[in-house]
């Protein structure tokens, strides 16, 4: 087996301690880094994803080869320029204003995570004026709105509202989740997408970005 | 003269003990450790204040209650909490080894009895759930069921509990937005039940609150309950948890968490009102490790819950509990299951509240054909619970010795005597021999439950309330409405 072939199969298994030693070996090796990503790191991290949704591999196994995966980056990563870093795209997420629930959007931040995506998080109780700002300054590809009330969810209408009023909606696509959340209600206020679980928002946000 | 047995035991019901004193014990103290060492998180000002002058050790927001407080505040909790119907009458004593059912709150999608789509909740539905459980027996309190979201969103709580107290005198148990609205609701329940002093002395309702996990109490989750306490209305204060994701994957760490989250609303509830009525508990599921759906009626919030009334009846609070809520979307043999021997757990282990009856997908569908299935599945349940008689005339040595061998016992007087308690008889299960069933429609217990559900909303209504207390309070909401918008 190459070396790509067991960094791939270490992030697979979830063996953070062995990415971290084998990536070492592989820099030191002179091995080109973008290739540690490419062909080991994020080749495993496919794999896993593949599995998770033929329901081979469950939410704990995947957090614990992203974690893998993210140990290796980490050595990796002060060796290539940063315009160089592979990344599946940028998403500004938060869970809307009056909401404090936030294991959902938690949930759907490490599954994205996980996927290569780079995840500003903005936390909770998050007002339209702050995904305003959020975007304005990170410039996301992607806006996720998270709400378990039917009370709260509705702060999503304003916060699309305000990305208009602002001249920033076409910049981002929005999606939406949430235990009272529907694609109809997506539809109605103007996001671009919704999901009912963190697998499938990840899925959406790929589709969406590509 | 009656014969009488000395030196004797007799148990009047089954006894269930999922652990032992000693591990009840040993959960108490990995609690007092819990709230000791990691402390919880408090963004209510008042409450702050309140733990910060009783000794704990105050870190901005962070709360170290120490373990002495947390054992005094259990003592002064009331043992025994007495909740009444509409009318004023105390029919729901929360005591050790009294166990009430009840369905949940806000669901916010409703699978419609007449045309049997899955579509948004609306005030509709709050009614008509309230007028089913107001005509079946098994259901001893009401929550919302659902979510009334064709109404204006910032009063929908409102809405949801004069659709309540409009359809039912059976007692209730609430949600609110924040404390305005819960104060808003204080004072409609006050002109429900004529005075305010008139509610203070047998409360009709009770409110539903939740710290949120890990360790976090909100500021909205404890103003609302100290806002009840105001009022002498008893307070559910429980977290609803995913375990592996809000808390540990153990059910042991799952419990303690919990545990610890209770209680530090225990010391809250205490330090604000020496004796309040607070109930503890919670919801205690875990995470479906695929699809990250909540598990309600699995094994593990059984087993989890089994504990947890363990733990209450140690503390000598009453407990707030969950069964007959299922993950299945359809009230099918899967639902029976889960829906089945969570009710009867509750049952047998005595919990107090037992909210969610009657949920369809992980407490997130309502189904009114669902909600009256299940008052069978309670009827089974409290007919187990009430345990097997054991005496002369059970025993029936004379009515053996009567018919003899080769006899039978179908026309004895005996038979005729007993078998209506000897025999549960349920309402919409399927007993009869196939060609019976088959001449009489193949109805599932699915199509019987839907017809009954039909006949009880066309039929029945529940005792109306007064024309000025009606009136009184469209007007609450119309002026909280105001005042949010």
């Known amino acids: 087996m190459s070396d790509f072939d067991s960094l791939a199969q270490i992030v697979i298994s979830g063996d953070f301690g062995g990415a971290k030693t084998l990536t070492q070996k592989m820099i030191d090796n002179g091995v080109d880094p973008l290739e540690i990503i490419n062909q080991g790191l994020m080749a495993g991290m496919n794999v896993v994803g593949v599995r998770f949704k033929a329901g081979d591999m469950y939410v704990p196994e995947v957090m614990m080869s992203a974690r893998a995966m993210s140990t290796g980056i980490e050595l990796v990563k002060p060796l290539i320029a940063d315009k160089d870093m592979p990344s599946a795209g940028k998403v500004l997420i938060g869970t809307v204003k009056g909401d404090l629930h936030d294991i959902g959007k938690k949930l759907v931040v490490m599954m994205m995570e996980s996927a290569g995506f780079e995840i500003i998080d903005l936390g909770v109780d998050i007002d339209p004026a702050t995904f305003v700002k959020g975007v304005k300054e990170h410039k996301p590809q992607v806006i996720g709105m998270s709400a378990l009330l039917t009370t709260t969810m509705l702060s999503m209408k304003d916060t699309v509202e305000a990305l208009k009023k602002e001249g920033l909606r076409d910049t981002v696509k929005i999606i939406i989740g949430g235990a009272p959340i529907t694609q109809g209600f997506a539809d109605q206020i103007g996001a671009d997408g919704y999901a009912p679980d963190a697998a499938t928002a990840t899925e959406l946000c790929r589709r969406l970005i590509a | ?485």
């Open chain 2, 1 to 485: 003269m009656k014969k009488i047995r000395s030196n004797s035991i007799e148990q009047a019901t089954p006894m269930l003990r999922w652990v032992s004193e000693s591990q009840i014990e040993e959960i108490h103290l990995a609690t007092l450790e819990v709230l000791e060492r990691t402390g919880v998180k408090v963004d209510h000002p008042e409450a702050l204040r309140l733990l910060k002058d009783a000794g704990c050790i105050v870190n901005e927001h962070r709360v170290r209650i120490p373990s002495w407080l947390v054992e005094e505040c259990i003592r002064l909790a009331p043992r025994k909490i007495v909740v009444a119907n509409r009318k004023g009458q105390r029919v729901m004593p929360l005591e050790k080894n009294r166990t009430y059912f009840g369905t949940g709150s806000d669901l916010p999608f409703t699978v419609d009895l007449e045309t049997g789509e899955r579509r948004r909740s609306t005030k509709k539905d709050v009614e008509l759930a309230c007028r089913v459980m107001d005509y079946l027996p098994n259901y001893d309190f009401v929550m919302s069921y659902a979510i009334a979201s064709d109404q204006n969103a910032l009063v929908s709580d409102l809405h949801q509990l004069e659709a309540m107290v409009s359809n039912t005198i059976k007692p209730m148990i609430v949600t609110a937005h924040d404390e305005i609205n819960m104060r808003a609701q204080l004072e409609m329940a006050v002109l429900v039940a004529g005075g305010r002093e008139e509610l203070r002395k047998n409360p009709f309702l009770v409110l539903y609150s939740e710290p949120i996990s890990p360790l976090v109490h909100t500021n909205d989750g404890v103003a609302k309950m100290f806002a009840c306490f105001e009022y002498g209305v008893p307070v559910v204060y429980t977290p609803g948890i995913l375990s592996g994701a809000t808390t540990p994957v153990t059910k042991a760490g799952t419990i303690v968490l919990m545990n610890a989250e209770a209680l530090a609303g225990v010391v809250m509830a205490q330090l604000k009102q020496k004796g309040a009525p607070i109930i503890i508990g919670g919801g205690a599921t875990p995470m479906d490790m695929r699809s990250t759906a909540t598990l309600y009626g699995s094994p593990e919030t059984m087993m989890n819950y089994a504990i947890m009334t363990q733990l209450s009846q140690f503390y000598g609070i009453p407990n707030f509990t969950e069964a007959g809520c299922v993950n299945s979307p359809v009230p099918d043999a899967q639902a029976g299951m889960e829906a089945g021997t969570g009710i009867l757990m509750a049952q047998l282990m005595g919990a107090n509240l037992v909210h969610d009856v009657g949920y369809l997908e992980g407490g997130k569908t309502g189904s009114l054909t669902f909600l009256t299935m299940c008052n069978d599945f309670m009827d089974a349940a409290r007919y187990m619970g009430r345990g097997t008689r054991i005496d002369e005339e059970t025993l029936a040595v004379d009515v053996i010795d009567e018919v003899g061998p080769g006899g039978n016992y179908v026309a004895h007087t005996h038979t005729f005597e007993h078998f209506r308690s000897e025999i549960w008889t349920p309402k919409q299960f399927n007993r009869s021999f196939w060609d019976t069933w088959e001449e009489q429609g193949s109805k599932t217990v699915e199509d019987k439950a839907a017809e009954l559900a039909k006949e009880i909303v066309a039929t029945h209504t529940s005792e109306l309330l007064d024309e000025t207390v009606r009136t009184g309070m469209s007007q609450i909401i119309a002026e909280t409405e105001k005042q949010k918008q």
